[in-house]
């Protein structure tokens, strides 16, 4: 078996456990608001500096340098793009816990040379929910952590099921061999990181899991020092298990049982997963949803993930708008987007957001407008729509017509704003040319809160995703219109994971693979890195690193410590309120170059890209 040392970071890749020591890039400016900070999707750690990565054949980008490492073993014994998913996958779930897991679910693009595959692991509601299921007695929705943490909101995990398939279909070496990483560090250890750390300390409800609060808290209740190493054996054997008889392991038989167990004997907050709602679990093969871009006088083709992701559709209508607009055309001023780039992208923002909340939801389960997802995409409602930004901030837009269908005979009322959470991405290519995008969850920090142990006198174990509170919270309006992202049972909950591949017009090879964690900001993440590197031509360390911004049609939400105090009262003099809040992305991207391949990973958390 090839190890994998947990002492990796000591080396050239530069440890995690420094990151303490490391300050962001500029100082924060003061405390956003309550309701703003609340909804930030994860808890802001240290800025980490990182080195632009090139190289020339092959790489491994993802949130933690064990994971990428794990991949690249892959890549190095032969392995495809999948083969280094799937062994980074597997060491993520061990050492980024608190993202994802095989407890949770995920979107997959895989190009091989000829074509793009769309793969959906997204988790499934059981079949026993109703669609009151965040309702309250007196109607009102819960709270979302009283939602969130326990066995309510927990899915159908798919991830399994889904690496799995795209395994058959593309992978190289033993299905077994890609676990034997993961296995290794459980079984030895890592180091306790600077974020996960971080996380720890401010996580309220984790302790309330006697299996969790064993594993990752010392006998006081404190959580395991930075530097501190943590083994998980229980890991170690489910992932053998997994090794050995493949996703079945997870859906039946001793570690199904006790994932429901775990969810339906929680004592303040029991869920409806049973072995049938496991057993039934079948991941999906998807067409991918493709739309066109003109930047720098070159066509590119963006790919990505379609319903239930709103990903794909939702950055797209992003570009689309932002394209249209005399605004969106200025280039960086000072290296940094002006204010009447930032107003156009915050109103195109506000008009797509309101699309996603009107329309998309599982395609099993809703019909798309007009007949065809692609509808809002369309170019001449994009113009119409288009249209309707000018200088003056729209405020809270409205739903569109796409196929000029009117309001009246809209089937379905508009979900409303609430928080999404959790979630990490990967990136791979390999020396052949396919390239892998991957973007994975259990949605908030740490899930449920329930950690699944089979009992077998070992510690640890893995946790359990909350995915159904993407679902909305209320499932009709006040008139008793359906909201089309309600919970129902066998549904898949609407997600906006931006897993991305882009390809210049007529190359048959991908030019860039990206996408990033963060909820709904997802979108804002993936569109404007995306903006960045094709319109204004960085490279891909210095699109990551430009400060964010997101409007989910509300409030113009600016990366907090990243704007001048001046921009922000020149946008709120365009009619719109301006927050400063925590945006701790996680982006990875890989990107076609003169030499080979250039990658960047966030520093805004602990990836790191690897690669030859």
């Known amino acids: 078996m090839r190890r994998v040392r947990a002492t990796l970071c000591l ?87 608190q993202s994802s897991g095989i407890g949770g679910g995920g979107f997959l693009l895989y190009h091989d040379g000829r074509s793009t595959q769309a793969f959906d692991g997204r988790e499934v509601a059981p079949a026993a929910i109703t669609e009151s299921l965040f309702l309250q007695a007196d109607g009102r929705p819960m709270d979302f952590h009283a939602a969130a943490v326990g066995g309510r909101a927990v899915g159908v995990p798919g991830l399994m099921r889904m690496l799995e398939q795209a395994h058959r279909l593309h992978g190289l070496l033993p299905w077994a061999r890609l676990f034997e990483p993961a296995i290794d560090l459980a079984e030895s250890g890592f180091p306790i990181g600077a974020r996960l750390h971080q996380l720890l300390t401010i996580e309220p409800h984790l302790k309330k899991d006697p299996t969790a609060a064993a594993y990752f808290y010392d006998g006081q209740g404190r959580p395991w020092p930075v530097g501190h190493r943590l083994r998980n054996p229980e890991y170690a054997r489910v992932m053998r298990a997994i090794a050995r008889d493949g996703a079945s392991a997870l859906h039946q038989g001793p570690i199904a049982q006790a994932m429901v167990a775990a969810v339906q004997s929680h004592s303040g907050n029991p869920g409806r997963l049973s072995l049938a709602d496991l057993q039934g679990y079948q991941s999906r093969l ?97 113009d119409q729509r288009a249209r309707l930004i000018g200088p003056r901030s729209l405020g809270q837009a409205a739903a569109g017509q796409p196929g000029r269908k009117p309001a009246a005979e809209r089937s379905h009322a508009p979900m409303a704003d609430q928080p999404e959470y959790g979630t990490t991405h990967l990136s791979v290519v390999d020396a052949r040319g396919h390239a892998l995008t991957l973007t994975s969850s259990i949605e908030d920090a740490f899930g449920a809160r329930l950690m699944v142990n089979t009992g077998q006198g070992l ?29 129902e049972p066998g549904k898949r909950p609407r997600s906006s994971m931006s897993p991305t591949l882009v390809f210049e017009a007529g190359s048959p090879h991908a030019s860039m693979s990206l996408g990033s964690p963060g909820g709904a900001y997802i979108i804002h993440y993936t569109a404007k890195s995306l903006w960045a590197s094709l319109h204004w031509g960085l490279a891909p360390q210095a699109a990551i690193a430009l400060p964010h911004l997101a409007n989910m049609n509300g409030p113009l939400l600016l990366e907090q410590g990243r704007y001048e105090g001046a921009t922000a009262d020149a946008l709120a003099e365009r009619g719109t309120a301006v927050r400063q809040v925590p945006m701790t992305s996680g982006l990875q991207i890989l990107q076609r170059s003169a030499q080979g391949w250039a990658g960047a990973s966030d520093p805004r958390r602990e990836g790191r890209v690897l690669g030859d």
């Open 286 to 382: 998807r067409e991918p949803i493709c739309f066109d871009h003109r930047a720098s006088a070159r066509q590119w083709r963006v790919c990505g993930m379609p319903p239930p992701s709103a990903g794909a559709l939702t950055v797209g209508q992003i570009l689309g708008l932002l394209e249209r607009t005399p605004a969106g055309q200025r280039p960086l001023q000072q290296g940094r987007p002006d204010v009447p780039w930032l107003h156009a992208y915050s109103e195109a923002s506000r008009l797509a957001f309101a699309d996603r909340a009107q329309y998309i939801a599982d395609p099993d389960f809703v019909a798309a407008p007009a007949g065809n997802w692609h509808s809002l995409l369309a170019t001449d409602y994009l």
């Open 11 to 97: 080396h050239a890749l530069g440890c995690v456990l420094l990151l303490a020591g490391c300050t962001p890039l500029l100082p924060h400016a003061g405390k956003a608001s309550a309701t703003a900070e609340a909804r930030a999707p994860e808890a802001p750690s240290d800025w980490s500096a990182q080195t632009p990565w090139q190289g020339q054949s092959q790489a491994v980008a993802s949130a933690h340098a064990l994971a990428s490492q794990a991949g690249l073993d892959m890549l190095r014994a032969g392995g495809s793009a999948i083969d280094a998913a799937i062994a980074a996958q597997a060491v993520l779930g061990l050492v980024e816990p």
């Open 459 to 487: 510690a640890g174990g893995f946790l359990l995703n909350n995915q159904l509170t993407d679902f909305s919270f209320m499932p009709r309006s006040p008139q008793g219109l359906p909201v089309a992202n309600r919970p």
